[in-house]
């Protein structure tokens, strides 16, 4: 079962003359399993990149350590099991969509067959079949995104390490991201995402970390951070007014508040996704 350990990270950036400038990370543990997806939320500059990077074996801890599978960072077994999305995306502008996961396969010893074949199942999966033949230069932010993770999955690791795999698209390509994670864990891959916005990892996290100034605030399931165990709410359909008065007059009886009752709105996510989602070309 593939694993992620974090344990005890430190990480302080020296400059030049080595004086300690800036502690991106003090003192981080954490863990994940397969079939987990982790979220690192925090803001700007909060080290969550620096996490990742020290995690795939792009930048030394200044103490601490990390371990997947049980290998360290930048091992050949570590790199063979972890598939690597950077925030910036690193695509090369002059080959085009097919030939950019071609060329991810053949880096991660597909033979040309079986990469063909991936890179078309794989355009098909991040919705670029259309736009198979077309060069990256032209690609927006979104399409790069998209197939910058369609070129991670083409090796098939069994630790993904996304960071902000969301930013620059749009609600329907998040949604798109976020279910081919879901498929991800169902797979039994270890999943460690992170985003500076908190209502992108919402619905695909199973656990969460708040991360701050290089420090983890708090950790836990979504349930046990955000359930409101206080409060009731029940959704009635039809809203029929004569049941609803009933029930009021009911709770008003056992002595309870009613906090709200209303017609619920919609989120504008849900109400894009809506009218956007089904005939989209
Ligand atoms: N190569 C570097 N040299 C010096 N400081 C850095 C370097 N990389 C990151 N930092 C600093 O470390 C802190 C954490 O950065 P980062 O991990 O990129 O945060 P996040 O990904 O959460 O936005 C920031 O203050 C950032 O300026
Ligand atoms: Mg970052």
């Known amino acids: 079962m593939p694993d992620v350990e974090i344990t005890n990270l430190s990480k302080t950036f020296r400059d030049f003359f080595g004086r300690r400038r800036v502690q991106a990370l003090d003192g981080l543990s954490l863990s994940l399993r ?7 939320l ?13 995690a795939v074996g792009l930048l030394r801890p200044s103490s601490g350590q990390v371990t997947i599978n049980g290998h360290k960072p930048g091992s ?16 090369l502008p002059f080959l085009n969509a097919a030939e950019t996961l071609r060329l991810h396969g053949a880096l991660a010893g597909l033979d040309r067959a079986t990469a063909a074949k991936k890179a078309d ?37 069994d630790v993904f390490i996304l960071d902000e795999p969301t930013s620059g698209l749009d609600p329907l390509g998040a949604v798109l991201v976020k279910d081919l994670i879901a498929d991800l864990r169902k797979q ?8 500076h916005l908190l209502g992108e990892l919402e ?40 049941a609803i008065k009933a029930l009021a007059a009911l709770a008003a009886e056992k002595g309870l508040k009613i906090m709200s009752s209303r017609a619920p709105m919609r989120t504008l996510e849900q109400f894009y996704i809506k009218i956007l989602g089904k005939d989209e070309s």
């Not at 397969?34 to 690192?40: P, Q, S």
């Not at 039994?188 to 985003?195: E, N, P």
């Not at 708090?218 to 039809?238: A, C, F, I, M, N």
């Open 42 to 54: 925090g803001p700007n500059g909060s080290g969550k990149s620096t996490t990742f990077k020290i």
């Open 188 to 195: 039994g891959k270890a999943i460690l995402i992170s985003s």
């Open 121 to 157: 199942e794989l355009l098909e999966r991040v919705d670029l079949k259309h736009a198979g033949k077309r060069r990256v230069k032209g690609f927006s932010k979104g399409m790069q995104r998209r197939l910058g993770i369609a070129s991670v999955l083409i090796a098939d690791p």
């Open 76 to 91: 050949l077994a570590a790199r063979r099991a972890t598939g690597f999305l950077p925030e910036d995306s690193t695509l």
């Open 203 to 242: 619905n695909v996290c199973d656990r969460v970390a708040f991360l701050n100034k290089g420090k983890l605030l708090r950790e836990g399931t979504l349930d046990e951070l955000l359930r409101e165990h206080d409060v009731h709410e029940l959704r009635l359909s039809p809203p029929d007014p004569e």
């Open 34 to 40: 397969g079939g987990e997806v982790f979220g690192l």
